[in-house]
């Protein structure tokens, strides 16, 4: 089983250091033949509009969409997250995603002032609290009505963001508002490991 992550722009590294504590070998993904070669992707965070550029320049675009509506897992935090979403609010003009979750996100949610911050996160299928690492983080708005199986992995639990979405899953696809490859504790990246391996 092979993991790719996304490598036109953002923390790649992390993301690929975070895999391998899991057990996964990985690929550093930048054109289409190499996605042709891993069974799941990792879209990391960084800068939405700027992955969307480099993906069409790149000639990725269109074949990460194609891989993802035939089904491949994905797992996206922070912009990754934008990346797979259907729909974003406070978007780029003309800023286009892959798409693949029936959400609308928006970007930079939680506001200018406390633009970065931490915080415990309880997410369903781990146990304990996960250390939540938000960076001009988008949050999920809202589930897109007549949406299937979008199911709502962790919400904010403190402060003028409480009850915020932050963490989804729909089919084998993945998604966090915040960035637990910059923390130490790889549990997510095992349960997307575990998905890929399921996906199989
Ligand atoms: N604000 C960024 C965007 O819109 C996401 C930030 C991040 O990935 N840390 O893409």
């Not at 993301?15 to 930048?30: D, I, K, Q, S, Y």
């Not at 369903?124 to 709502?152: K, Q, Y």
């Not at 904010?156 to 899953?169: K, L, M, N």
Request: charged share 20%; net charge negative; aromatic share 6%.
């Amino acid at each position: 089983m092979t993991i790719g992550v996304l490598a036109l722009q953002g923390d790649v590294r992390e993301h690929t250091a975070a895999l391998e504590a899991v057990g996964a070998r990985t690929l550093a993904v930048r054109r289409a033949s190499e996605l042709d070669a891993v069974d799941g992707l990792v879209i990391p965070g960084g800068e939405s509009t700027a992955m969307w550029k480099l993906a069409v320049a790149f000639d990725m675009f269109d074949p990460i969409r194609k891989r993802l509506a035939d089904g491949m897992p994905a797992y996206g935090s922070c912009a990754g997250m934008i990346m797979l979403a259907d729909h974003v609010l406070d978007a780029a003009e003309g800023q286009l995603t892959f798409g693949g979750i029936s959400i609308t996100v928006r970007r930079n949610a939680f506001g200018r002032q406390v633009d970065s911050f931490e915080g415990p996160i309880s997410f369903t299928g781990i146990d304990g609290e996960l250390h939540g690492v938000f960076i001009r983080a988008p949050w999920v708005e809202s589930v897109d009505e007549g949406a299937d199986g979008v199911e709502v992995l962790a919400r904010v639990s403190g402060g003028p963001a409480t009850g915020r979405i932050v963490a989804v899953r729909q089919g084998n696809l993945l998604a966090t508002s915040f960035h637990p490859e910059l923390t130490g504790d790889h549990r997510v990246h095992g349960v997307f490991a575990d998905l890929v391996r399921a996906a199989r």
